[in-house]
């Protein structure tokens, strides 16, 4: 009974690291600094028309926050992939092209929820 328990266990813990690797955002690695970002996107919105404040509204964000993105000044630690694909969408940018203006290189990541399990 002892052996069929811990399979169980170690097939629960398996699938549980499984499903954590596939639910946290892959990371971006960053060689530049954010503020090139935020030129860049503060260029797209020119194009677009956009505002800040209806940027911050289309990312359902706090204008502060939106800020921050667009002034460079969001820690590097706090983009992601996730991140990036909302801020393409919200000002008509290719997700692709805001990585290589980060000269980023998207990897998933290697720790976090899994490496708990």
Same mark, same amino acid.
């Given at each position: 009974?002892?052996?069929?328990?811990? #399979?169980?266990?170690?097939? $629960?813990?398996? &699938? =549980?690291?499984?499903?954590? %690797?596939?639910?946290?955002?892959?990371? *971006?690695?960053?060689?530049?600094?954010?503020?090139?970002?935020?030129?860049?996107?503060?260029?797209?919105?020119?194009? #677009?028309?956009?505002?800040? $404040?209806?940027? &911050? =509204?289309?990312?359902?964000? %706090?204008?502060?926050?939106?800020?921050? *993105?667009?002034?460079?000044?969001?820690?590097?630690?706090?983009?992601?992939?996730?991140?990036?694909?909302?801020?393409?969408?919200?000002?008509?940018?290719?997700?692709?092209?805001?990585?290589?203006?980060?000269?980023?290189?998207?990897?998933?990541?290697?720790?976090?929820?899994?490496?708990?399990?």
């Amino acid at each position: 009974m002892t052996n069929n328990y811990e #399979q169980t266990k170690k097939a $629960v813990l398996k &699938a =549980v690291k499984e499903r954590a %690797e596939q639910t946290r955002p892959a990371r *971006i690695i960053i060689k530049t600094g954010a503020k090139d970002l935020g030129q860049y996107l503060q260029s797209c919105l020119k194009q #677009q028309e956009i505002s800040r $404040v209806a940027f &911050a =509204v289309s990312l359902d964000m %706090e204008t502060e926050l939106a800020d921050a *993105i667009l002034d460079g000044v969001l820690p590097e630690s706090e983009l992601h992939a996730e991140l990036l694909e909302e801020l393409a969408e919200a000002t008509g940018c290719e997700f692709d092209r805001l990585v290589r203006v980060l000269k980023g290189e998207i990897q998933a990541p290697t720790n976090g929820w899994a490496s708990l399990v």
